[in-house]
């Protein structure tokens, strides 16, 4: 158990809807990140926040979007969604945020109908 | 072309085996790497860090880097059942984010 924590662990819904994924970091981790993994994609980088300030940003759709909140958990919101939006979705945390160990959520599996 | 590339396997090897896992990089600018263990179903662990080029050694995990050759390596000595996992190799620049670059991963099956 790496002590970060993800809600919900599955996700069925359809085309077209909003779905929220909540994540919640170690104790003691200010960094938070948010990977997608999909077959054909691999594991993707898709945001990082530190201590509620976006810090990088990676190749994450307009449809999506994230933050993190001052008690440091974060949401990842996914908007207008496709089929191909189906994937697993980590979110990781770590201390500092800056090339430090990431420990990694178990993971949302999403699935689009 | 992707920045991190890695053979998906699958690898199929008997228990006691050595076990070679290999990346190569495209980006000179990679300083940091890693190697990430997947079991089914959960999420990626940490296995090996390595920032300079060389050897580390943990146990029976050697990560190898060749950064002339944009080249890095995990090898598993007398590899168990237990080792049957997705390895993923990552990497990172020399700035002040996190953000990692993950190779597609390489699903390895040790039998017994």
């Known amino acids: 158990d790496s002590g970060v924590t993800q809600t919900p662990k599955h996700l069925i819904t359809a085309t077209g809807q909003r779905v929220t994924l909540r994540c919640s970091p170690r104790?003691?981790?200010?960094?938070v990140y948010w990977y997608q993994q999909s077959l054909d994609q691999g594991l993707q980088f898709l945001i990082q926040?530190?201590?509620?300030?976006?810090?990088a940003k990676g190749n994450i759709l307009e449809r999506f979007s994230a933050q993190q909140f001052p008690d440091l958990h974060s949401e990842l919101n996914l908007s207008s969604l496709e089929l191909g939006d189906s994937a697993l979705y980590f979110c990781a945390s770590s201390v500092l945020g800056i090339r430090d160990t990431q420990y990694f959520g178990p993971g949302t599996r999403l699935t689009v109908l | 072309q992707k920045e991190v590339e890695q053979d998906p396997g699958p690898l199929s090897v008997p228990e006691g085996a050595i076990v070679s896992l290999n990346c190569t990089y495209s980006?000179?600018?990679?300083?940091?790497f890693m190697w990430y263990r997947q079991y089914s179903r959960k999420g990626p662990e940490l296995l090996m860090y390595t920032y300079s080029s060389g050897n580390k050694e943990d146990g029976r995990f050697t990560a190898q880097v060749d950064k002339s050759s944009k080249y890095i390596s995990l090898f598993i000595r007398d590899s168990q059942p237990s080792d049957s996992a997705t390895y993923l190799c990552?990497?990172?620049?020399?700035?002040?984010?996190?953000?990692?670059?993950f190779g597609q991963g390489t699903t390895l099956q040790v039998k017994p």
């Open positions: 104790s003691g981790d200010l960094s």
């Open positions: 926040y530190y201590n509620g300030e976006e810090r």
């Open positions: 990552a990497m990172t620049l020399l700035s002040n984010t996190g953000k990692l670059i």
């Open positions: 980006n000179s600018a990679f300083q940091y």
